[in-house]
């Protein structure tokens, strides 16, 4: 049949697909251009439309030096040409074919040209071919099938890149397995609202794959297309192929048993190194032994022995570390067998968690390791690492406490972590280096750039135990933000894709993965082996690492399946887990799992309706919320203020239960609460400023759900604006502890109002009948604008105080408010917290501007 389609092409086509092309650049050097470094890029689209299509274009050396767009400006026999010239030398450069501002790549994974003596390269690339040209001789501009899938075991889908007539495919369509042609029973438009004359098309086979079939050579041949391999996809779901069992270096003292899943592969082998840095190593051919698992194993003590992994699939020989690598060598280059009893250290095991009767008595803290340990001017000594927050008794300016002492001293009872599991764009142990971690590469093993020795594989272990096992002992859970939405390769530089290739992540018909993340690429959490991964990884950090809780990165676009199975899991393993995620995703991403998805569960979500309510839009700098002044903003405070719950006369919000709600103001992302504050009030002096900061987690403290704080907030912080800070290095991103002395009165305000909440339960009661019974909101006069006051019973939740009332004004003027009957202490005037009485008080009272006031009875 191949020897008819070269008729078929040649008649049809007549000589286009074999056109002669030729270099522009022959013989030209980069100083022609007026540059040290230059790129051209011919582009080739099928549909001829290069509208909003343009490059991304960076030196792969320095990394420091960030990407810049370029576009196509000259029209070509081939497509398109875009000529890039750079002002340095570079040896290597990297692109990526987007359409406008990423709302698409035409292939998601990074690509890298070389870049000759010259200085001069010219490449040739195809639409949806991730292998680009160098030779314009090998052009070939004949239709493609641009992707095919096998998403079930009778069933492939395909995109071609020009229409195919369904109704007339007899003898037009062949799958090869093995070289063997396999009867087909149909072939169909795919989307039943195409016509038959369609791009996409479903292959019904007459009878189903056998499991041995998926690592053969699966080769799908249409009349009038160049040949392509089948990838298989969600036909791996089929119950045949899934694995229950342990997956990795399975260490023991006497051998080590190595397995890992790839049904798609002929052949793997296992790559053993004879030192964790040296070229020597042996190769063992590991053998398959069922539902997709190949296993080698290699008798004695193979503790701190380096290995990789290389499959045979698709036609192609891919080398990689282990994706369940429980530890590595430097930058993550090669995995390694670890005894893990070796990274323990006295006192380790026998190091209980904090006590924790309820989620709703969470105070989150948000800090990343390095920001809240850097700073030069103090005492820290393991400045950004893992055991600079293990130190006590480190003092910053004017002798404040800095560190994991800060934290003691703020009150608060978990702390949430940044991404500390391996991440990708840092080369560990260089100085300056940062990144916020939401580049995952390894999700198995602590990253090394925050350990003291990251060549060593050990260091990273034990330091990120010791920096937990101090956290604990300081009366401190630990959370850590975990990212399983998207990994920051996909593609030959991805543990995943180099072992089952598109597997593990989503893709769409015509092969692109999808970008609900906005960075890229989504992770297929529904994928059975997929979903194995995530709760397997996470169990093993709460086993081995004593982790207290997950922050979900994301979790808006994960399938609502696997968060169920990771909250029943995580629930089992340890009932007081904390578990919360970012109920949204990328720009304009489809949400599987928003708000309202979690009610019933042990999950909490962002409140971003909150947020927003009392600063305003973190999207406009210049939006202001209750706390800045804005008027009709007290419903959504209200909400707020109940948990997020349906309560009487407020419109139902998303919460079925308070603990289902993560109340904030301020989160790495976006500006600090005090930039925004100053974006949006410009005017403001300092002590209007700081009255904000207070007022704005003053509401959030004194409302039901779960309270979360960004680190640094209790002292003002600020990244000088910056909304967007996680390539801003460490010197924006730092903890600047001048300024908890410069803003003394706010720390204590803020730590005092924390202490507040913990010695009342009436702040943090558990279920919504106790919140309905026991909140009332009081009818206020018109001309009360801006203010929101409230009641609590404290007999309900069995609180000290008889009665609890909260006046929230949001006004940037004093007010005079009217006390309900009877007399009340005063526990707080806007600037002072106190457990005790700071006065009786009764009727009209005079209440300063942008405040929060707290009265009680006594029982």
Known sequence: MRRVLLVILTVAFLATPFLAFD???????????????????????????????????WPHEPVSISGQSYQFTEETEFGMRAVVVLPAAHTKVGFIVRLREWEMKDVTPDRFVDIPESGVAEIWVLEGELEYLTDPSEIDLSPRIN???????????????????????????????????????????????????????????????????????????I????????????????????????????????????????????????????????????????TMQGNGIWTAMVEGDLHLAAYKYRFHSYGETRETVDMYSKAVTHNSQRSVVIDLEKTDFPGWKDCEKPPLESVLDAIIYEIHVGDITADESTSIVHKGKYLGLTERGAEGPGGVSVGLDHLVELGITHVHIMPISDFYYVNEGEPGAYGWGYDPHLYWVPEGHYSTDPRDPISRITEAKKMIKALHESGIRVILDVVYNHTAQTGPNSPFDQTVPQYFYRTDKTGAYTNNSGVGNDVATERPMMRKFIVDSLLYWIDEYNADGFRFDLIGIFDKGTVLEIEKSLVAADPTILIYGEPWGGFGATVTFGKGDQKGTSIALFNDGFRDAIRGSVFDHTARGFALGMRARETRVKRGVVGSIEYDYLISDFAESPGETINYVSSHDNQTLWDKNLSAWPEASVEQLKAAQRLSNAIILLSQGIPFLHGGVD?????????????????????????????????????????????????????????????????LPRELRQVVAYTIDGQVSGDPWAEILVVLNGNREEMVFELPEGSWH?????????????????????????SAYIFFRER
């Open 147 to 221: 992707a095919a899938f096998l998403d079930s075991l009778r069933e492939i889908y395909c995109y071609l890149s020009t229409t195919f007539d369904t109704g007339k495919w007899p003898g037009r369509v062949e799958v090869l397995i093995g070289g063997e042609p396999r009867s087909i029973e149909s072939v169909e438009k795919a989307d039943p609202t195409d016509i038959s004359v369609t791009r996409y098309i479903k292959i019904s086979l007459s009878d189903p794959l056998l499991p041995a079939d998926v690592s053969g050579d699966i080769l799908l041949s």
């Open 715 to 779: 002292f003002c912080r600020t990244k000088y604006g910056d909304d967007n800070s996680y390539d801003a290095g460490v010197e924006v991103n730092k903890f600047d502890w001048i300024r908890k002395a410069e803003f003394r009165d706010v720390f204590e305000y803020y730590r005092d109002l924390i202490a507040l909440r913990k010695e009342h339960p009436a702040f943090r009661m558990d279920c919504a009948e106790d919140i309905m019974s026991s909140i009332v909101f009081l009818e």
């Open 23 to 57: 270099y522009y650049t022959a013989d030209k050097t980069a100083e022609d251009f007026g540059g040290k470094t230059v790129l051209i890029v011919n582009y080739h689209r099928y549909d001829s439309n290069y509208s909003g299509w343009n490059l991304w274009v």
């Open 826 to 850: 005063m526990a707080s005037d806007g600037r002072i917290v106190s457990s005790d009485s700071l006065g009786e008080y009764s009727g009209a009272l005079e209440m300063a501007a942008t």
């Open 223 to 286: 009349d009038g297309f160049v040949d392509r391999r089948v990838i298989v996809r969600k036909a791996l779901d089929d119950e045949l192929f899934y694995y229950a069992g342990e997956l990795g270096a399975i260490y023991g003292p006497e051998r080590t048993t190595f397995k890992i899943w790839s049904p798609v592969s002929s052949a793997a082998e296992l790559i053993l190194f004879d030192s964790l840095y040296g070229p020597e190593y042996e190769v063992a051919p590991m």
